[in-house]
């Protein structure tokens, strides 16, 4: 099944927040391959953090990633008007030969 | 630059085949895989399968094994996703995604192929 994330969360500009993604010990907890995606309506997802903390090129420092136990986080600083997305995190998961599994997505609206 | 893009939206009528593609440019195709995502409506992403490029060697996810088949033309840099028979469940979007081993993130995406199922 799916990882478990809260189905939206809120903030006004300048704000932090923190999205939550709930694994098993067979997927999060095991493995430090956690990413986070932002889709925006109509496009394809972005990769914003990967194995589990890591910023790709490009991607702002207000975006930060961590884990602890079969729990990934999303945080977000300073929130601004075009964080408003749907965000969906990621994990490896070796319970077949190659498998991976996403959350079922957060709806982030900044206010 | 990385580019992923993929073939047009397509309607198509319950039991009818189908073959979608995904073009790869600006890096070298067949040194990484492509992973084909499903999105319904209101839903979060679900794994396909992948195939690894270099040598058309594929993994499907459970719940695509055996009705869906991964292929790729290295030729033409092109990556194919296809259903012999179409079911009305099939209806959603679908992304092609590259990546180069396992446990690497999906870093670049295409831009999504709308398949619609309808009798």
């Known amino acids: 099944s799916a990882l478990t994330q809260p189905r939206s969360v809120s903030g006004s500009p300048g704000q932090s927040l923190t999205i939550s993604c709930t694994g098993t010990s067979s997927d999060v907890g095991d493995y430090n391959y956690v990413s986070w995606y932002q889709q925006h309506p109509g496009k394809a997802p972005k990769l914003m953090i990967y194995d589990v903390s890591k910023r790709p090129s490009g991607v702002p420092d207000r975006f930060s990633g961590s884990k602890s136990g079969n729990t990934a986080s999303l945080s977000i600083s300073g929130l601004q008007a075009e964080d408003e997305a749907e965000y969906y995190c990621y994990s490896y998961a070796d319970n077949y030969t190659f498998f991976v599994i996403f959350g079922g997505g957060t709806q982030l609206t900044v206010l | 630059e990385v580019q992923l893009v993929q073939s047009g939206a397509e309607v198509k009528k319950p039991g009818e085949s189908l073959r979608i593609s995904c073009k790869g440019s600006g890096y070298n195709f067949s040194t990484y895989w492509i992973s084909w995502v499903r999105q319904m409506p209101g839903k979060g992403p679900e794994w396909m399968g992948r195939?690894?490029?270099?040598?058309?060697?594929?993994n499907y996810g459970p719940s695509f094994q055996g009705h869906v088949t991964l292929s790729s033309d290295k030729s033409i840099n092109t990556a194919f996703l296809q259903w012999s028979s179409l079911k009305a469940s099939d209806a959603a979007m679908y992304y092609c995604?590259?990546?180069?081993?396992?446990?690497?993130?999906?870093?670049?995406w295409g831009q999504g192929t709308l398949v619609t199922v309808s009798s």
């Open positions: 995604a590259r990546h180069t081993t396992v446990t690497t993130p999906f870093d670049h």
């Open positions: 195939i690894d490029l270099s040598d058309s060697y594929t």
